[in-house]
């Protein structure tokens, strides 16, 4: 039997998300399905009612994909409440290459990673540096305040 695998996120704001975690993740918007020139007409299309429709929904993007078809399709599902604490789960974003590179060019790119990720709407929350274990790595917010790390 075929298995997909989709990630669904709770948020206040799922095209905020999905601008944010396709630049983080290296993923692309996700089309509408052929035949449909936005979400909105693919889902009325399928009977969906209006009423149960966000506004302004399926007029943007909500789901983000793998543009080289590996990873997981993510949706950023809109919910009502706000993150109340700690994820139970988190990304780690592993550009640093491995334990093989030399850690002040893992360094780099972690650095480099992070400002772009600043400057897409993240917040630094620690740089771990611990040179006498080999580790560098930055623990990070999304827009919405969910915990990744840059590793």
Not at 17 to 23: L, S
Not at 29 to 44: D, I, L, M, N, Q
Not at 59 to 74: C, F, H, K, L, N
Not at 94 to 107: E, M, T
Request: glycine letters at 8%; hydrophobic letters at 40%.
């Amino acid at each position: 039997m075929e298995m997909t695998v989709q990630l669904t996120i709770d948020c206040s704001d799922p095209q905020r998300m999905v601008a944010f975690w396709a630049e983080a993740l290296g993923y692309v918007p996700e089309p509408p399905p052929s035949g449909h020139a936005t979400w909105r007409a693919y889902w009325a299309s399928m009977g969906v009612p209006e009423e149960e429709l966000p506004a302004g929904a399926g007029d943007v993007p909500e789901s983000i994909i793998d543009p080289a078809g590996q990873g997981p399709r993510v949706w950023f599902q809109q919910v009502p409440e706000p993150k109340a604490a700690k994820n139970r789960w988190h990304f780690d974003l592993k550009v640093g290459g491995g334990r093989a590179v030399p850690l002040d060019v893992r360094a780099q790119r972690v650095r480099a990673t992070t400002e772009r990720l600043v400057a897409a709407g993240a917040t630094v929350l620690e740089i771990r540096e611990e040179p006498d274990t080999g580790l560098f790595a930055a623990a990070m917010q999304d827009p919405e305040g969910n915990e990744f790390d840059v590793v």
